[in-house]
């Protein structure tokens, strides 16, 4: 039998796509090539990152108020 990749994972990997794109300016063709730990090392650390900006903003907006 042919191994074919479920479409839940197909999106989920276009979404990590995606987000490195847009986020890193990562070229698709580096992408296509790169292991699956470094891709998945950039984006959680993307969203560590993203995480500790928006409970800044939140820690911000909280003592405004």
């Known amino acids: 039998s042919f191994f074919v990749l479920s ?4 999106n989920a990997l276009l979404q990590e796509f995606y987000f490195l794109m847009k986020h890193l ?16 090392f950039y984006v959680n650390y993307l969203t560590k990152e993203f ?11 909280n003592k405004r108020n």
């Open 7 to 10: 479409t839940a994972y197909r």
């Open 25 to 40: 300016h990562i070229a698709w063709s580096d992408l296509l090539i790169m292991p699956t730990f470094e891709r998945r």
């Open 51 to 61: 995480d500790k900006k928006n409970e800044a903003i939140q820690q911000s907006n």
